[in-house]
């Protein structure tokens, strides 16, 4: 069991910088992935970013560059957005994955003004 939530969401002019972080308790060392999802209005949730217990790191092409994902301890999860745009304002989920079952937050809003 595991249980997650999402911090630091709110409100940014375009070419602004949020970093939102992903607090996890319960079981977290049975953790093999963590991730950041985005889900914008009238379109389907998408991956942004994930990192293994390896630490390695993956990215939407979108956001590579602009975005980094991190694991700043066991239980916290960084991404760091910079560069923001427009079109990078959805609501954003955290997302853990065990090799039994995967979990979410209850995601935060950030939404980018042009």
């Known amino acids: 069991q595991v249980q997650l939530v999402e911090s630091g969401g709110g409100l940014v002019q375009a070419g602004g910088s949020l970093r939102l972080s992903c607090a996890a308790s319960?079981?977290?060392?049975?953790?093999?992935?963590m991730g950041w999802y985005r889900q914008a209005p009238g379109k389907q949730r998408e991956l942004v970013a994930s990192?293994?217990?390896?630490?390695?790191t993956n990215y939407a092409d979108s956001v590579k560059g602009r975005f980094t994902i991190s694991r700043d301890n066991a239980k916290n999860t960084g991404l760091q957005m910079n560069s923001l745009k427009p079109e990078d304002t959805a609501v954003y989920y955290c997302?853990?994955?065990?090799?039994?079952?995967?979990?979410w937050g209850q995601g935060t809003q950030v939404t980018v003004s042009s």
């Open positions: 997302h853990a994955l065990t090799k039994w079952r995967d979990y």
């Open positions: 319960g079981n977290i060392f049975s953790i093999n992935t």
């Open positions: 990192i293994t217990s390896g630490g390695i």
